[in-house]
């Protein structure tokens, strides 16, 4: 096992009407910033239940953090933030919504004149306003871990933002909230925390038996609970889904074993070119990246075949194709499309991607050795 | 899923050399007081691994703290902490010096009288002094949770003293600490982690599939990994048991689900009559509590039998039967022994525990149904 270092200071407080605890959880004394996306949070009762949580607390709201958070847009919170002397910040919302307020929490105490260097160097952070959440859809795993991903339309990059100043204190998480969902957030949401536990499991056998244990569990919650969780109407299997989300991404599963990423660092880019949302992106590329780098994940995609989806029929090759197979059938079940094709994705697009991995000097995977000829292969694998 | 709330704020630092961060994770400006057990530290090269990490830090010393803590010893550890102005804690040992420096931490900030009021009202519990910890003998959890079970010789007490206050503000493990434990500390830990588990897991089914993997999760590991870990040998073996013992008892695996703890209410009451080393007692008290409890526990044992023995023949009464059997086998093949007899310990023992739950109105188990008539029958079982 690889020596490692945790810590994940964040408070969890999950389950119904908890949004009320609010109130205590932020000192009176504060000036709050929330943050908001669009407005389906004043839909489904959300909104009302923070406001009155907090109406002894001085507030200010900023609506409008887009899904794939925007530097442009977060500057205009970061100037709205400082003009009030806000000293907590409150994102009410999804993994975009506390992605984009981590960054705004780190901006507002930055002193230099391009808040984009926080992004391209996260040294410079050095302090940052504390920030809780209310999360309405399981997903990204931001609630409970201190990463964040920014996106800048001018040079259409889409970055991650990582310092462990920026745990939220706390993050509420009602089940409810999850119930008036669009289907398919519900959808990109099962993908994204399920391509999550992969990317720190698929990777070569590590002398962590236990850690292979926890993502194996992740992987067969999600799988038992998808066709349920679909339909938003079981409070438990609900609760289940928002569980397996956080846990997914916060480290627990993590400690002392490789990761790969190659499957996100990929998706990104698919994101900051043609839009198409973050868990989508991860359906495209993440069956077809086990596929060109079977034989290097052989033995992990055999444990991943044997425990997750029960295949103990035929050769090694045999089983390896497929759950390979089963893990994009899984994907398509939930109404996820798994080709570049479906989104009219073609080539060029590939072309670029490569492009900006060979100028970057991206080699990405476990084992470093996802070269940009090898980034094509897998996005045309995908075609 | 049942409401709750975690946190859990402990800096795990895990793997090999790393005793030597204790430099790093300490400000030089504190006056610490290192607290040890008997003298295996100074055998092991452990004591001259911290020493050397302090070197530039001002440290006291404080020796003698035994397994199960006692009041008595560790008031004599106050009152040198306060004659030397202490500042920091830093425990170096297993679970009971941990938990023995976890009430110092407490009694060293408190006003009354009588430290001992802190066990019974942990509410007295409003400051500590804060604690870092060298873990060398995997078992208790106690590096990453805030709980203590302290004894008292003079009333032959064993009490848990519990307050968030209490967690580690780091805790450094390094396995090859573990290559020169004595044998048998090895098996008791194996089986209190077990324990930990079963006591969080083996309750009724209560919609939260992904702790219940999680739980099996490492009962698995352990089950797996027991004989090699026996041998201490194998570095990543011996990772993975103080891994495993760690993630047993650190909240991880009991977010959203009921519990039963009636195992160590029990078998504390032996160690505290008896002085049976705390993972003996255990062994003793389970397989006995899974028989007497079968009704109540009848679908999670079945689970047990099915996910973490592989039983699959038989009936339900018959795969309960054997899983029974499998875990005081299991607890027997690690050297520990599974019955009050083994220690001389009889009916007479038998009443006077029975007596203390009922002056003191215990009654336990995750429905609170284990009434003292039922511990009777459970330890009657045990005989």
Chains 1, 2 share one sequence.
Not at 33 to 47: A, C
């Amino acid at each position: 096992m690889n020596n490692f270092s945790f810590r994940n200071p964040t408070k969890l407080i999950f389950g119904k009407d908890t949004i009320a605890n609010l109130a205590k959880e932020i000192p009176t004394g504060k000036t709050i910033m929330i943050t908001f996306g669009g407005g389906s949070v004043k839909q489904n009762g959300v909104y009302d239940q923070v406001k009155d949580a907090l109406k002894n607390h001085k507030t200010v709201e900023f609506w409008g953090i887009e899904p794939n958070p925007t530097y442009e847009t977060l500057l205009k919170a970061v100037a709205l933030g400082k003009e009030n002397k806000v000293d907590f910040l409150l994102a009410v919302g999804g993994g975009s919504v506390l992605d984009g307020t981590k960054f705004i929490a780190a901006a507002m105490c930055f002193q230099g004149a391009e808040p984009w260097d926080l992004m391209q160097n996260p040294r410079l952070i050095t302090a940052v306003i504390p920030m809780g959440t209310v999360l309405t859809l399981p997903a990204t795993g931001s609630e409970m871990n201190s990463g964040a991903v920014i996106s800048r339309k001018a040079t259409q990059e889409k970055l991650a933002l990582g310092t462990p100043l920026n745990f939220p204190v706390f993050s509420i998480l009602d089940p409810q909230t999850t119930f008036s969902l669009p289907k398919n957030q519900v959808a990109a949401g099962i993908v994204d925390s399920f391509v999550h536990v992969l990317e720190q499991y698929l990777t070569y056998p590590s002398q962590s038996p236990l850690m292979d244990r926890w993502a194996e569990g992740i992987l067969q919650t999600l799988v038992e609970i998808a066709p349920e969780a679909m339909k938003q109407e079981n409070y438990d299997v609900m609760a289940n889904f928002m569980l397996c989300a956080t846990m997914a991404l916060n480290g627990f599963i993590a400690m002392g074993v490789p990761q790969d990423w190659a499957t996100h660092m990929i998706g990104h880019e698919l994101t900051a070119y043609h839009g198409i949302t973050h868990g989508f992106t991860l359906a495209i590329v993440c069956p077809a990246l086990m596929q060109v780098m079977k034989a290097d994940k052989h033995d992990k995609l055999l444990q991943y075949a044997e425990r997750v989806w029960q295949i103990t029929e035929g050769t090694n090759e045999q089983k390896i194709n497929q759950c390979i197979e089963k893990t994009e059938q899984f994907f398509r079940s939930v109404g996820v499309n798994t080709r570049l094709s479906e989104y009219g994705v073609g080539k060029d697009t590939i072309e670029k991607i490569v492009n900006r991995f060979t100028e970057r000097n991206w080699i990405v995977g476990e084992k470093r050795n996802i070269t940009p000829s090898i980034v094509r292969e897998i996005l045309e694998k995908a075609l």
